[in-house]
């Protein structure tokens, strides 16, 4: 695995560099290419450190993002937090993959994750698309006190999906 680091608004040293090589390097064994390049970006905002990992395959994009007073910690979180991500959707994986990928290697042997629950589908829900715009749907989405909310552009006609992001701003998801 080759490893893309770089800091906004911080200097990544050497030590940040190796420390998060390090924990990186035990996600390896979960991917048969070794031309998989983990982007890492390590950023501050007010006294937090954040560190988001993204990792691309042809099929597939791991993501995580940590926050922490401590940037060594963060580290730890956002290493161990996509192990459980690929561990956790193991079976999805297995079921998705056909032969002539070869991003993964699920053939992997690991401990079955026993105490998290399967994930569902809890609740369906029908929705009434009337046409609007943004500002319209920013201000629907914030009555409704949702994190995101779906639409129908007047302009456009195509459906949008507008969120809420952890910086207070919103973002804009459109379909073609």
């Known amino acids: 695995m080759k490893y893309n680091i770089r800091g906004d608004k911080m200097v990544v040293t050497e030590a940040i560099k190796n420390y998060t090589e390090d924990k990186l390097k035990r996600l390896e064994k979960y991917f048969k290419d070794d031309d998989i390049t983990a982007n890492v970006l390590t950023k501050v905002r007010g006294n ?16 995580s993002e940590e926050e ?14 996509l192990e459980r991500q690929i561990r956790k959707n193991k079976t999805r994986l297995n079921k998705n993959i056909k032969e002539n990928i070869k991003e993964f290697n ?12 399967e994930e569902k589908i809890v609740k369906r829900k029908k929705i009434e ?6 500002e319209e ?3 629907e989405m914030e009555l409704l006190g949702h994190s995101f909310f779906v639409y129908k552009d007047m302009d456009t006609n195509d ?18």
């Open 48 to 63: 937090s450190q954040i560190i988001e990992v993204t990792i691309p395959t042809s099929k597939f994009i791991l993501r």
């Open 68 to 81: 922490n007073e401590d940037l060594y910690a963060a580290i730890d979180l956002v290493a161990d937090k």
């Open 106 to 117: 699920l053939d992997y042997e690991i401990e079955e994750i026993k105490d998290e629950e």
């Open 129 to 134: 698309m009337k046409p609007m715009d943004e």
């Open 137 to 139: 749907a920013i201000l």
């Open 159 to 176: 459906i949008c999906v507008l969120y809420k992001r952890k910086d207070g701003n919103y973002g804009l998801i459109e379909t073609k």
